[in-house]
């Protein structure tokens, strides 16, 4: 059974900084890609980031690249989302996602595997 927990969330300033992080168990983490997906009240899930199973290929969504950065230690089994410069359009539930492969994929589709989610909301 493969769990992912994360943590991290809150609230915070426009302008301010947070880092979620993404636990993992039950399956071999360094193997797989894993990804960073939010969802804002009345919207789809959307993508934000991921990385490959190395951490050496990264993606982002445009409307955070500059300001999030996606990395991995995969000895500790764990993935963070760094998010820096947060604007009140960050605000969503932020979910972290795993994949049967070891290349990252931008599709909510292309992952198996879902954490419960964290709640980030950015005040203005």
């Known amino acids: 059974q493969v769990q992912l927990v994360e943590s991290g969330g809150g609230l915070v300033q426009a302008g301010g900084s947070l880092r979620l992080s993404c636990a993992t168990s039950?399956?071999?983490?360094?193997?797989?890609?894993m990804g960073w997906f939010r969802q804002a009240p009345g919207k789809e899930r959307e993508f934000v980031a991921a990385?490959?199973?190395?951490?050496?290929?990264?993606a982002y969504a445009d409307s955070v690249k500059g300001r999030f950065t996606i990395y991995r230690d995969n000895a500790k089994n764990t993935v963070y989302l760094q998010m820096n410069s947060l604007k009140p359009e960050d605000t969503a539930v932020y979910y972290c996602?795993?994949?049967?492969?070891?290349?990252?994929?931008?599709?909510?589709?292309?992952?198996?595997?879902w954490g419960q989610g964290t709640q980030v909301t950015v005040s203005s």
């Open positions: 996602a795993a994949r049967d492969g070891p290349y990252y994929r931008k599709s909510v589709d292309d992952y198996g595997y």
């Open positions: 990385v490959s199973w190395s951490g050496s290929s990264t």
């Open positions: 039950g399956r071999t983490f360094s193997s797989a890609a």
